[in-house]
């Protein structure tokens, strides 16, 4: 018993020592935010003293986890002035050794962030490139692609960080998603590599034009997905496999789904398949199915970016437009956007039906086209997000229109929407692993499986219970 207890005591000790080693000072200008509203912004937003505080107190948080300052300050999302010739996929710039001491990453896991030329997506076919950021995580042991000795790469796509700069997940200290994908497949050896979508991260043209995100436009972020993936192996030729696995939830497994409707008329070589976790769909009839989600202010840059002669009037009454200005000048993220856009009318009527939402549906959405397999498609059946019924019908429409597509789909019995990535965990991982080892998919589009808990539905942590936060003291890591 002494024995196991002094080895016990050594190992926290060492602990606390390793950690008041490595502990560097956080930066002044992020930790322990002070920002508060000012009283002209109050005014013009309209807000009362509860949700002024409110969204005080969510900038704040942001902006607490804010891992190099803004990105309006931070020299790496400043795009190099070649950024408006360089064609899509050029690797433009290359921070190699990211400072993991800024960040809360697992240990023994590295991280580099590049700026890659990506390309836009518009209903006018004025398709240009477009500068985007994007994080490299590395494993300490990664595993090899049987068919080319390199590391095995997975590209993967956050779901909603925000819709501005500031919500770039690889400014964030934890990532965005953390341990919920992209940590574990980090952990079990695969190199991630993340875009932050245009617009996010690397927001302002060299000149200082705004770059917009094209929120929820799922051609888009597939480019730049595939960008992002040709970029980090132009960066890493002797590292990086040339084939890859593309992963993505909610916003991301809409860019995932995209990416394989994407391969079906612009082939990459090297595309092994993709995952597309509670994915979006059709965002018009998702709404009419969950209405209070807020889909039509995160939408607003989207339209903007992809529909020529989109006016935010069309979608937001004055008062909706005048706090998404607010949110724009204060550089708010998903934190801040739950405070302000859930009180007061906000939303035109009818805005799913506009000529607009529907050219934006037309050109942007999933389902009821082709795709290049295979395809593994995840869904909770508790998803309050993203309808379990929705994600069905249009596995089910895809499958019916091209019977040939490679398409699985997996639904996980009472899986709320993020926590559906934890449930699955098991289920993407070896399908991944399969990607890699050349393993045939199960025969038939559409195939279905329920995985059910091994005991009941209630008796399960449902939701995700923290956020993975900067430690600043030695008996935070303990």
């Given at each position: 018993m002494a024995s196991w207890w002094l080895t016990t005591a050594l190992f926290a000790l060492s602990r606390c020592v390793a950690a008041q080693q490595e502990r560097i000072s956080p930066q002044n200008n992020t930790f322990n935010s002070s920002f508060s509203l000012s009283p002209s912004q109050i005014s013009s937003?309209?807000?009362?003293?509860?949700?002024?505080n409110n969204v005080n107190i969510a900038i704040r948080f942001e902006r607490t986890n804010w891992a190099t300052g803004s990105v309006l300050t931070d020299p790496f999302y400043a795009p190099p002035l070649n950024a408006s010739s360089a064609p899509s996929g050029s690797i433009l710039k290359v921070e190699d050794y990211t400072d993991t001491t800024l960040y809360t990453l697992p240990p023994n896991v590295a991280l580099s962030r590049?700026?890659?030329?990506?390309?836009?997506?518009?209903?006018d076919h004025a398709n240009t490139p477009v500068p985007a950021s994007a994080f490299i995580l590395w494993p300490w042991h990664p595993r090899i692609d049987p068919a080319t000795g390199k590391?095995?790469?997975?590209?993967?796509?956050?779901?909603?960080?925000?819709?501005?700069?500031?919500?770039?997940p690889s400014h964030i200290r934890n990532l965005w998603y953390q341990y919920s994908a992209p940590f574990i497949l980090a952990l079990q050896g695969y190199v991630v590599v993340a875009p932050d979508y245009t617009g996010l991260g690397v927001d302002r043209w060299p000149n200082g034009t705004r770059i917009q995100h094209p929120a929820f436009n799922n051609p888009a972020h597939a480019n730049d997905l595939f960008y992002a993936v040709e970029a980090a192996q132009m960066a890493y030729p002797d590292e990086l496999s040339e084939r890859f696995v593309v992963f993505g939830h909610s916003q991301g497994g809409g860019a995932a789904w995209g990416a394989a409707q994407r391969q079906a008329r612009q082939p990459v070589e090297g595309y092994l398949g993709t995952i597309a976790a509670s994915p979006v769909t059709d965002i018009p009839?998702?709404?009419?199915?969950?209405?209070d989600v807020g889909?039509?202010?995160?939408?607003?840059?989207?339209?903007?970016?992809?529909?020529?002669?989109?006016?935010?009037?069309?979608?937001?009454?004055?008062?909706?437009a005048r706090r998404y200005d607010l949110l724009a000048e204060i550089g708010g993220c998903a934190s801040a956007y739950l405070q302000l856009y859930y009180q007061g009318e906000l939303v035109k009527p009818g805005w799913a039906t506009t000529p607009a939402m529907q050219e934006f549906q037309n050109l942007t959405g999933n389902g009821q086209r082709p795709i290049s397999g295979p395809?593994?498609?995840l869904q909770g059946t508790g998803d309050v997000v993203i309808s379990t019924n929705l994600t069905t019908h249009f596995v089910d429409e895809t499958c019916a229109l091209y019977p040939d597509s490679e398409i699985e789909y997996a639904a996980f019995?009472?899986?709320d929407h993020v926590p559906t990535?934890?449930?699955?965990?098991?289920?993407w991982l070896d399908w991944i692993a399969e990607r890699f080892e050349g393993k045939s998919v199960k025969k038939g589009c559409g195939t279905k499986e329920t995985y059910r808990p091994a005991r009941r539905v209630g008796a399960y942590q449902k939701e995700l219970g923290y956020y993975l936060e900067f430690a600043t003291q030695s008996y935070e890591v303990a």
């Open positions: 937003a309209n807000l009362n003293n509860v949700t002024a590049i700026v890659y030329q990506s390309s836009t997506y518009r209903l590391y095995a790469v997975v590209a993967w796509a956050h779901g909603t960080s925000g819709i501005f700069g500031e919500c770039a009839l998702q709404y009419r199915i969950t209405p889909w039509p202010i995160d939408l607003v840059p989207g339209l903007a970016a992809t529909i020529p002669d989109f006016d935010t009037s069309d979608i937001l009454t004055p008062e909706g395809m593994l498609v019995e009472g899986a990535l934890f449930a699955s965990q098991r289920i």
